[in-house]
T-cell receptor, first 113, second 114 residues
Framework: NAGVTQTPKFRILKIGQSMTLQCTQDMNHNYMYWYRQDPGMGLKLIYY???????DKGEVPNGYNVSRSTTEDFPLRLELAAPSQTSVYFCASSYDTGNQPQHFGDGTRLSIL | AQSVTQPDIHITVSEGASLELRCNYS??????LFWYVQSPGQGLQLLLKYFSGDTLVQGIKGFEAEFKRSQSSFNLRKPSVHWSDAAEYFCAVGRAGGGNKLTFGTGTQLKVEL
């Protein structure tokens, strides 16, 4: 059982480039999330989705976009990479009842130079 | 709005010593509370969770946490720390509905001295 899989694990981008961080889960979870983790700041929610075709902004959505065409996949897109987006990005998923924990991928470490 | 405070950024304990990591939350109703652990280069792994009922909850790896409503706290404890417990620990608060979003604390980095 793979759980939540994120690709790539590492990436270096130049300022202004774009890229998509991939996330897929095989647990049939309806809820999925994208976080960024910066040193000393904990995890901040970027976007989340409560099901295919439904997405909503989290705490820090500026500079990012998401889509959810299937239950399994929840890609995160950076359109114009900026140095402030250098971070570690985590994808998570959970069942859609009120007290279920989130399951996390191993993260994507992104540097923008 | 809900919030979580982990007042200790770094903690160092000797192997075999007891451990307590502090977590204080702010939330208007009964919260859902979680502790996660993150090893270097890894994602977050759930240690334990509290939703209702018994205020002392047991988790994996010998950890436990106690929910104290009067103090708005959910501290994590372990009676005897092992070197492999060295990691970063995150407390999180959530609520039912609205996508089950979580608010995380800033984390406590645990170092274990042999």
């Amino acid at each position: 059982n793979a759980g939540v899989t994120q690709t790539p694990k590492f990436r270096i981008l130049k300022i202004g480039q774009s890229m998509t961080l991939q996330c897929t889960q095989d647990m049939n979870h309806n809820y999925m999330y994208w976080y960024r983790q910066d040193p000393g700041m904990g995890l901040k929610l970027i976007y989340y989705s409560v099901g295919a075709g439904i997405t909503d902004k989290g705490e820090v959505p500026n500079g990012y976009n998401v889509s959810r065409s299937t239950t399994e996949d929840f890609p995160l897109r950076l359109e114009l990479a900026a140095p402030s987006q250098t971070s570690v990005y985590f994808c998570a998923s959970s069942y859609d009842t009120g007290n279920q924990p989130q399951h996390f991928g191993d993260g994507t470490r992104l540097s923008i130079l | 709005a809900q919030s979580v405070t982990q007042p200790d950024i770094h903690i160092t304990v000797s192997e075999g010593a007891s451990l307590e990591l502090r977590c204080n939350y702010s939330y208007g109703a009964t919260p859902y509370l979680f502790w996660y652990v993150q090893s270097p280069g890894q994602g977050l792994q759930l240690l334990l969770k509290y939703f209702s009922g018994d205020t002392l909850v047991q988790g994996i790896k010998g950890f436990e946490a106690e929910f104290k409503r009067s103090q708005s706290s959910f501290n994590l404890r372990k009676p005897s720390v092992h070197w492999s417990d060295a990691a970063e620990y995150f407390c999180a608060v959530g609520r039912a509905g609205g996508g089950n979003k979580l608010t995380f604390g800033t984390g406590t980095q645990l170092k274990v001295e042999l």
